[in-house]
């Protein structure tokens, strides 16, 4: 069994053969996931560096392949592509020519033109696209989104620093660690990023390893993302203000804080909201799943990851108004 179109959907029991394309760090933790999901079975991982692949298949017990081509051949229902961001597109359209559903980590392609070819041709295959920006299955992130529904959003404030990854090579810290931040941003407000300033340094890197980011969404709230490569230590932590809250969370320790029922003395109310227990990458790779047997929208669609690569783009020019775009269908984000 090789492939298949969303029409052909045949419910939450159908077992999905699944595999993994890219078995660097990221992609072993997906090849890991999807082993102990249910009514899945990994097929196998596909990477050039046969160590690697070797060390996962054995650890698995799945099968190890060279190349994409070698997988298809074989026979999968659905892949997820963690392979270096150069070779996204290459690799999603050589699945998706062969009628396999595709999640694409993040960033979806180098660039937006090649974003927009992977789009184009799921759609035209009718195969599930979804790009994997897994912070939106953080449970912290999640529960705040949920306190902040139906509340008029002021600001939001990221802050996601750390020490220097040795894996980074071809990619600096905007592409890396701030699309994360740009995509949680128009989650939380549903609303596209309409302006753009950004200020970046490279200290150490070859490319730029600190990024201070600023924005307003069409909905007019104003944001910022303070991300580095400096700090000795991990941190992601957000920080949003409504007309009627506070609320602060921690995405790694996944606590939530809320601030409400403000005095005129300066007196407030604090309580910690309750966040679920679950692996963000667990949650995101079943929702995929979950898309590919239901035909269902999936919950990170292509041209969520398009308009979030086109924002960090927008910062790594230096920053600037969005530009106008050619008419579209109007975007649904994903709630």
Not at 129 to 153: D, S
Not at 185 to 208: C, H, N, P, Y
Not at 218 to 246: C, D, E, M
Request: hydrophobic share 40%; net charge neutral; charged share 20%.
């Amino acid at each position: 069994m090789s492939g298949g179109s969303r029409d052909g959907a045949t419910g939450a029991n159908e077992r999905l053969r699944v595999g993994v394309i890219g078995v660097g760090v990221m992609g072993c933790n997906h090849a890991r996931v999807l082993a102990g999901l249910p009514n899945v079975e990994l097929i196998g991982v596909a990477d050039p560096n046969v160590g690697q692949t070797e060390f996962v298949g054995r650890t698995l017990g799945c099968e190890t392949f060279p190349d994409t081509e070698t997988l298809l051949d074989f026979g999968v229902d659905a892949v997820t592509i963690a392979a270096p961001t150069h070779l996204h597109r290459d690799v999603a359209l050589a699945c998706i020519r062969r009628g396999v559903h595709v999640m694409v980590e993040k960033p979806i392609a180098s660039t937006i033109e090649q974003g927009h070819e992977i789009i184009d041709a799921a759609r035209r295959a009718g195969v599930t696209l979804m790009v994997g920006h897994v912070e939106r299955f953080n449970p912290a992130a999640r529960a705040v989104k949920e306190a902040i529904r139906n509340e008029e959003i002021l600001s939001i404030g990221i802050t996601r620093v750390g020490p220097f990854p040795p894996r980074m090579s071809n990619v600096g810290i905007v592409i890396d660690l701030a699309v994360h931040d740009i995509d949680l941003v128009r989650w939380f407000t549903g609303s596209d990023i309409v302006e753009v300033q950004s200020q970046l340094s490279s200290a150490k890197a070859e490319r730029e390893d600190i990024a201070l980011l600023q924005f307003r969404t069409a909905s007019g709230v104003l944001a910022h993302i303070n991300t580095n490569w400096l700090t000795p230590f991990k941190a992601r932590t957000v920080q949003i203000a409504t007309k009627r809250k506070y609320l602060t969370g921690d995405l790694l320790t996944r606590q939530v804080s809320e601030c409400f029922g403000f005095q005129p003395d300066g007196s407030y109310s604090m309580r910690h909201l309750p966040v679920a227990h679950e692996e963000p990458l667990r949650a995101e790779l079943g929702a995929f799943l979950d898309a590919v047997r239901n035909g269902t929208k999936p919950a990170v669609g292509g041209e969520e990851g398009v308009a979030s690569l086109e924002i960090a783009m927008q910062c790594l020019a230096g920053g600037i108004a969005a530009p106008a775009r050619p008419a579209r269908k109007p975007r649904a984000i994903a709630s």
